[in-house]
């Protein structure tokens, strides 16, 4: 049995993050997205991602300062 990596998309561009989305689901991630800042933050505290893509520039923070957070 297989088990597969979780990843974390956070952008606000919907069309960017199906994408994403689609293409690692067809790949056998497990993948949970999120829109912005503040999003990111309440799913970041109950769950553990193997990678985070995360987008500069959104709605509530900068993607740097998440980052900051995160660690």
Do not use: H
């Not at 606000?12 to 067809?26: A, C, P, S, T, V």
């Not at 997205?33 to 709605?59: G, H, N, Q």
């Amino acid at each position: 049995m297989t088990i597969s990596k979780s990843i974390l998309i956070i952008d606000d561009d919907e069309r960017l993050r199906e994408l994403l989305e689609n293409y690692l689901i067809e790949k056998n991630f497990k993948v949970f997205t999120c829109d912005d800042f503040l999003s990111a933050k309440e799913i970041l505290a109950y769950f553990v991602f193997d990678l985070i893509i995360v987008d500069r520039m959104m709605p509530g923070g900068d993607g740097l300062d998440l980052i900051d957070t995160i660690k």
